[in-house]
């Protein structure tokens, strides 16, 4: 069973909008992190944001934040005021605890956002 | 610090032929991963190394891709034979537990091309 789940393959946001890229997870864990990375036509990977499955709040950072429903297992990414600059993939992904060892990240089939004028 | 750095940036071979690909972690993060990309999804790990040692490599094709961390510092990841299908973007990674939300740390990869 996968367990990040992200069900929009692309997205199409009008600069200045905001737009919310979903992500759902499955896990029998407790205690783990959510992840949004950034993965622009050059490659790499930037992290984005992070929240942990005990934070009470949701995460923000800057023009981002995470919008974390823990009962439903959702961690959907909302990116105010777009700009052309964010086209780009976005990937959600999951780390689960491992005792002992940082533990890999799990990661979502991506979402493909493309800002437009 | 300086981040994560791989090589070549690029690769293309002949489908049979051997290729190596080299990754430096931050330094400092004793867990470093190989990420297989093929293009349109998401990374699959391939391999996870706690310091020297192998933690998962329950994705890596064994009869073809074999890594090895010595020193518990770079790795290297290799293919041999490639096959079509190998042809992705390999991500290394590092991270490191008691770093802020374990640090994670992406290269820029490899883009490897099999014809």
């Known amino acids: 069973a996968q367990k990040i789940t992200q069900t929009q393959p692309g997205m199409f946001v009008q600069e200045k909008e905001a737009v919310t890229l979903d992500c759902t997870y499955d896990?029998?864990?407790?205690?783990?992190?959510l992840f949004w990375y950034k993965q622009p036509s050059s490659g790499e990977m930037i992290f984005l944001i992070y929240q942990g499955s005990y934070d009470q709040q949701n995460a923000t950072e800057g023009r981002y934040s995470l919008n974390f429903q823990k009962a439903r297992k959702s961690a959907n990414l909302v990116i105010s005021a777009s700009q052309l600059g964010d086209s780009a993939m976005y990937f959600c992904a999951m780390r689960e605890s491992n005792t002992g060892t940082a533990s890999k990240l799990t990661f979502g089939t991506g979402t493909r956002l493309q800002v437009t004028l | 610090e300086a981040g994560v750095a791989q090589s070549p940036r690029y690769k293309i071979i002949e489908k049979r032929q051997s290729v190596a690909f080299w990754c430096n972690p931050i330094s400092g993060h004793a867990t470093l991963y190989w990420y297989q990309q093929i293009l349109g999804q998401g990374p699959k790990l391939l391999i996870q190394?706690?310091?020297?040692?192998?933690?998962?490599d329950s994705q890596l094709p064994k009869d073809r891709f074999s890594a090895e961390r010595l020193k518990g510092v770079d790795s290297t990841l290799k293919i041999q034979p490639a096959k079509l299908e190998d042809s992705a973007v390999y991500l290394c990674?590092?991270?490191?537990?008691?770093?802020?939300?374990?640090?994670?740390?992406f290269g820029s990869g490899t883009r490897l091309t099999v014809v």
């Open positions: 990674a590092s991270s490191q537990r008691n770093r802020p939300n374990y640090g994670y740390t």
């Open positions: 896990t029998s864990d407790p205690s783990y992190g």
């Open positions: 190394f706690q310091n020297n040692g192998v933690v998962d």
